[in-house]
């Protein structure tokens, strides 16, 4: 028989509570109880923090820990990547060197560039780590990297800075 999950989503972990790679389902009813302007089911993964000293924050883009590539062992992201890279995004605080749950698929809040519009389609920041950026599309569609789309903006972010958030719809592959 497998473990129930009781915890809450926000609880971090020292130790392998549970297998790296865990999926939990959170009902629609949950999700907007805890913020009402999250809607749908919510689904949720549990990973490592493999960062050497860095904590993740709300709304960090998650990576794939590609110095080894580790199963469900995540950075901060720290380039425009192939969705089947990003493994989700940080929902709170999560200690380097512990475990804890990400949001993999539906609405949450994505830390941005202080430059991303409603319905813009999301990849990971070429160069600042852990936020997100609105993919440049071009006439020829010949570096478009669609491929590493992983979320489309509800709202926009506020526009002042990097590191802004705004509820969008995540899509993650893992």
């Known amino acids: 028989m497998g473990t129930v999950k009781t915890d809450a989503l926000s609880t971090t972990y020292t130790s392998e509570a549970y297998p790296v790679g865990t999926r939990y389902v959170q009902p629609a ?3 907007n109880a805890a ?4 809607y749908g089911d919510r689904e949720w993964i549990f990973v490592y923090n493999d960062e050497a000293s860095t904590a993740w924050a709300e709304g960090n883009v998650i990576m794939l820990d590609n110095s080894d590539y580790a199963a469900f062992h995540g950075l901060l992201s720290t380039a425009t990547l192939h969705v089947y890279r990003i493994l989700g995004v940080a929902a709170h605080a999560i ?4 475990y804890g749950w990400i949001i993999a698929k ?12 409603q319905g813009d389609r999301l990849v990971a920041h070429a160069s600042t780590a852990g936020i997100a950026d609105t993919i440049t599309l071009n006439a020829d569609a010949t570096t478009d990297n669609l491929e590493c789309v992983f979320a489309m903006a509800l709202e926009a972010d506020a526009g002042s800075s990097s590191g802004d958030k705004a509820t969008c719809w995540i899509n993650g592959t893992w």
């Open 29 to 31: 009813d949950e999700v």
């Open 35 to 38: 913020n009402s302007t999250h």
């Open 95 to 98: 200690a380097a060197g512990s």
């Open 106 to 117: 539906g609405a949450g809040e994505v830390q941005c560039d202080g430059g991303v519009a």
